[in-house]
T-cell receptor
Framework: DAGVIQSPRHEVTEMGQEVTLRCKPI?????LFWYRQTMMRGLELLIY????????DSGMPEDRFSAKMPNASFSTLKIQPSEPRDSAVYFC?????????????FGPGTRLTVL | AQTVTQSQPEMSVQEAETVTLSCTYD???????LFWYKQPPSRQMILVIR??????QNATENRFSVNFQKAAKSFSLKISDSQLGDAAMYFC??????????FGTGTRLKVLA
C-alpha cells in the first residue's frame, strides 16, 4: 500500500497567488481529513469528508480556503488568494470509517511558504 | 469539549535509557480513545500506540507502553531502551469515537548518544 499521497511536498509562492494542494487517500478509506500544522497553533483540523461529502468544515479559516473531493481517490485544498500567514505544513489523512476510533493515516505533508 | 495537554515541550533521554512523556486530557464522554503519534524530522505522522478508555489494561507495543490513569485523566507514554531513531515530536491525541481528533501541542524528544 502506497499510503496517503500528497503533492507537492514543498510549495513556495508569492502573496496573492492561488495555491492548490493535492491528496490521494489510501484506497478503500472513506474518510478524509485536511489538517494545518503551525508552531503557534499546532495541528488543526480544517475539514473532514466522509464518502466524498464535506461533513465538518468549521475549521476552515476563511473564505480564501476551499476544499473538494470529487471522487474517493482525490481531494484538493485551495487557497486563493494566499497570504504569508497561510505558511504552514498541510497534512491530509484518511481512515476507513466513521464508526469507531479508526486510526488516521497521515500523508507526508505539504510545506507551504507564502512570501 | 475535549482538551489534551502536554506540559513538557522538550525532553531528553540517554540512549538505552527509559523516558516517560506526559499527557493529560479532559472529556465528558464515557467512551473515548487515546493515541500517541510520532512525528520525526521527515514530518510523517506515525501512530505509536492507542488505548481504548474502556480497557483497564495498559497498551503495549514493543518498547512503547502507556500508563493510563482514567480517574486522573492521564495518559503517559513510556519508551524503554531508547534509540536514536526515537528522536521526534510526540503528540498525544484523543477522540470520543467519532472523526474528530484533539491533539496536544507535542513534546520534542531528544535522544543523546
Amino acid at each position: 500500500d502506497a499510503g496517503v499521497i500528497q503533492s507537492p511536498r514543498h510549495e513556495v509562492t508569492e502573496m496573492g497567488q492561488e495555491v492548490t494542494l493535492r491528496c490521494k487517500p489510501i484506497s478503500g478509506h472513506n474518510s478524509l481529513f485536511w489538517y494545518r500544522q503551525t508552531m503557534m497553533r499546532g495541528l488543526e483540523l480544517l475539514i473532514y469528508f466522509n464518502n466524498n461529502v464535506p461533513i465538518d468544515d468549521s475549521g476552515m479559516p476563511e473564505d480564501r480556503f476551499s476544499a473538494k473531493m470529487p471522487n474517493a481517490s482525490f481531494s484538493t485544498l485551495k487557497i486563493q488568494p494566499s497570504e504569508p500567514r497561510d505558511s504552514a505544513v498541510y497534512f491530509c489523512a484518511s481512515s476507513s470509517g466513521l464508526a469507531g476510533p479508526n486510526e488516521q493515516f497521515f500523508g507526508p505533508g505539504t510545506r507551504l511558504t507564502v512570501l | 469539549a475535549q482538551t489534551v495537554t502536554q506540559s513538557q515541550p522538550e525532553m531528553s533521554v540517554q540512549e538505552a535509557e527509559t523516558v516517560t512523556l506526559s499527557c493529560t486530557y479532559d472529556t465528558s464522554e464515557s467512551d473515548y480513545y487515546l493515541f500517541w503519534y510520532k512525528q520525526p524530522p521527515s514530518r510523517q505522522m506515525i501512530l505509536v500506540i492507542r488505548q481504548e478508555a474502556y480497557k483497564q489494561q495498559n497498551a503495549t507495543e514493543n518498547r512503547f507502553s502507556v500508563n493510563f490513569q482514567k480517574a486522573a485523566k492521564s495518559f503517559s507514554l513510556k519508551i524503554s531502551d531508547s534509540q536514536l531513531g526515537d528522536a521526534a515530536m510526540y503528540f498525544c491525541a484523543a477522540t470520543s469515537g467519532t472523526y474528530k481528533y484533539i491533539f496536544g501541542t507535542g513534546t520534542r524528544l531528544k535522544v543523546l548518544a
